[in-house]
Every structure is written in C-alpha cells, then in structure tokens.
C-alpha cells in the first residue's frame, strides 16, 4: 500500500472510529487501527497513546475488550454482528475468559437471555462450585422459576418478577412485579422511612 494510500485510510478509520454506531464497528476499526498501526500517520507513537487521546471516548479497558469481543466472537464467526448487538459487549467481555471450558457455549446461551446481573451471579457460582457439581441448565431451571410468574400482590399473571424486601419485615423477601415492588418503595418514601 502506497504511502498516501494509508495515510488517508488512516483519516477514514481514525473517523470512523470517533463517529462508531456501536461497539462491534467499533472494535472492528479499533483493531484495524492496532493491527495496521495506521496511528502512526496520525502522528502518535504507539497505540496506547492514540487511545489515551483526549477526544477520544473511551479508557483503556473498554478499548481492549471491544478488540476482543470482535477477535473471539465476530472474526472467528461465533457470533453474528446481530447476535453479539443483541448480547451486549458488557455481558460478552464477561464471559470470553471461559472460552476454553467445556460449559462456554451454555453460558453463551445464557448471556443471551438474562440480564447483566443475573449473568454475574451465574458466573459467581460457576466459579465457586467444581465443575463436575455445577449445572447450568439446573441453575437456568431455578432462574426461571424465579423470573416469571404471578405477582402475589396484583396477581398479575406471566410478569417478570423481582426480589423486593417487605418493608415492614426486612428479614422477608418475596418475589413482586416491578410495578408493585415501584409502588412499595413509593410509598414508604412518601411516608419518609427507608426501605
């Protein structure tokens, strides 16, 4: 490649880059950036210190992780652009370090259908338990006995429920659609306790 040829590419993926549409082109044009070492004819002298620019958006780590997620997931054609959009880079940076386990592509399937917070507790009790005693479709079984169900205030049917401390016993937890856990909260807020 020419010299003026990859400096304007430099421009192009430099732009792109301060422009992204989401975490996945991101880290596509991060990396061609990295790997190209297009940063140099933008004046800089490593990678690092492109990325320590002060228009840029991002630290260090997220840089690094979108590299990442776009090396182990989309080049390597795990996943789809679509399906890793719809995952989410938190939950996918997650997860990449057990790629290498024999229970990588349950938790792949689980990161897919749980939230950020639920894929940590997941996570947490893979990594506290053996291997030979944990099951993910056990665990997912419980979760999902959990995560929907009748509200037993409203009595709502097929609604996401969440743990919410009953106020007046705070040793009790039940298991409340958002809406009530909401109004609850409200209320003792209104009243000027704390929950």
Known sequence: MTEELM???SIEVDKRIHDYEGFIDLGINLKKMRDDRLYEKL???GF???ISQSTFAFKRSPVYAFIGIVEDYIISKMLTKEEAKQIGWTK???IRSFRKTKNFYKLLKMAKGLSGSQLMKAIRKYKNSSLQSFSIEIWMEELEVKKVGICPICKDVNVKLIEHHVC???EYTILVC???HRYCHNQVTQLGGSR
Do not use: H, I, Q
Request: charged share 50%; net charge positive; with cysteine.
């Open 43 to 45: 004046g800089f002298g």
């Open 168 to 170: 007046y016993k705070p």
């Open 7 to 9: 400096e304007r590419e």
């Open 92 to 94: 996918l940076n997650k």
């Open 48 to 50: 690092e210190e492109y």
């Open 178 to 180: 958002r809406r009530c």
